[in-house]
């Protein structure tokens, strides 16, 4: 039974290139939360999914960022221009319900630099 | 709106100490709280894990207590080793904006000394 799988682990991107972060939730959940974590912060909340809806974005930058999970295969975090403001560690996690008293299981991150 | 403060930001204790580590929320409408670790370039441990109607967890050397009322959890390491040396996250759930979502804390970064 994976875990949240996210790949890549490491991207390295040139100023106002795409970067896109993939994540897999773990079997049988449906809900995905993207957050970041600035060097030297805490984790930040981005983003929250479900299968084809995007649930809250009350977390995302106005531009250049946006997320989808799809039907079928990953959730996607695209970022679009990257600037250096954007390298960080960005985590993706996953629960089998909105209110699950589980809590979430997170993946261990994509560490984007942009250069 | 909700915020979570860690104290203290960085922590040096010597092999063999029983330590305390402080969260602090100021919003008491809380879903659930949990405790994670996290190692240098590594993703998110999850440690213990306090539901809104419980006042502690215990899993081996770890214990963590919830005092909603006083905004208040503390996690709790026996006998620490060099092997503990991590930051570790506490994180409060709750309803903002009409869904869960997770509000972390800075984190307390641990070293334990051989």
């Known amino acids: 039974n994976a875990g949240v799988m996210q790949n890549p682990r490491h991207l390295v991107r040139r100023r106002g290139q795409e970067a896109r972060l993939r994540c897999s939730p773990m079997?049988?959940?449906?809900?995905v939360y993207w957050y970041r974590q600035l060097p030297e912060e805490g984790l930040k909340f981005m983003v929250y999914l479900q299968k084809e809806n995007i649930i809250d974005e009350s977390g995302m930058p106005k531009e250049r960022f946006s997320a989808e999970f799809p039907k079928e295969g990953p959730s996607i975090l695209r970022i679009q221009q990257v600037v250096r403001g954007d390298s960080a560690a960005y985590f993706c996690?996953?629960?089998?319900?909105?209110?699950?008293?589980?809590?979430?299981?997170f993946g261990s991150g994509t560490r984007l630099t942009v250069v | 709106k909700q915020e979570v403060t860690q104290i203290p930001a960085a922590l040096s204790v010597p092999e063999g100490e029983n330590l305390v580590l402080n969260c602090s929320f100021t919003?008491?409408?809380?879903?659930?709280l949990q405790w994670f670790r996290q190692d240098p370039g590594k993703g998110l441990t999850s440690l213990l894990l306090i539901q809104s109607s419980q006042r502690e967890q215990t899993s081996g050397r770890l214990n963590a207590s919830l005092d909603k009322s006083s905004g208040r959890s503390t996690l709790y390491i026996a006998a620490s080793q060099p092997g503990d040396s991590a930051t570790y996250l506490c994180?409060?759930?709750?309803?903002?904006?009409?869904?869960?979502?997770?509000?972390f804390g800075t984190g307390t970064r641990l070293k334990v000394l051989a």
């Open positions: 994180a409060v759930r709750r309803v903002t904006s009409g869904t869960y979502k997770y509000i």
């Open positions: 079997k049988g959940h449906s809900h």
């Open positions: 919003d008491s409408a809380i879903y659930n």
């Open positions: 996690a996953s629960s089998p319900l909105s209110d699950s008293f589980m809590g979430y299981t």
